[in-house]
């Protein structure tokens, strides 16, 4: 007789769905794997665009999903950075902070908090990894490259 039972988890091990961004981090098999900002995101999707509408005008048969459309909306009015230099230049200053998850830093290159103090309500998890000094001048930087009339 085969036994139609759910395989048991090893003891502490997270079960899918049980991920969360609180002050622990607990983001399961998704810890530690490269996240994107939106606007890392933006650009991204942009690129993939860009490139099935020149595949289109070649004559390749190209559709465009609702869905895909929605997402690419959402990003231009969501994502802080839209010029390709300032991106990279935000990703390459959260690179340098090399106690923080990578969501973490895709979190703040998101969010763009005016304080640490704000970063850290909104990012719980970062609260004991970073210096409030640090931070600050991390958001201090970002607040530099970031330009609302890209």
Known sequence: MESHAAPSTARGAQKPGDEEAGADLR??????????????????????????????????????????????DYLDVFARFKQKENIEAVERLLATTGSLDPFERSQLGTLCCETAEEAKTLIPSITHKISDADLQDILNEISKLRNFVE
């Open 27 to 72: 983001l399961g098999e998704f810890h530690g794997v490269p996240t994107l900002s939106l606007s890392e995101a933006r650009l991204l999707i942009t690129a993939v665009m860009d490139h099935r509408r020149a595949d289109a005008k070649k004559g390749a048969k190209v559709q465009e999903t609702e869905t895909l459309i929605k997402i690419q």
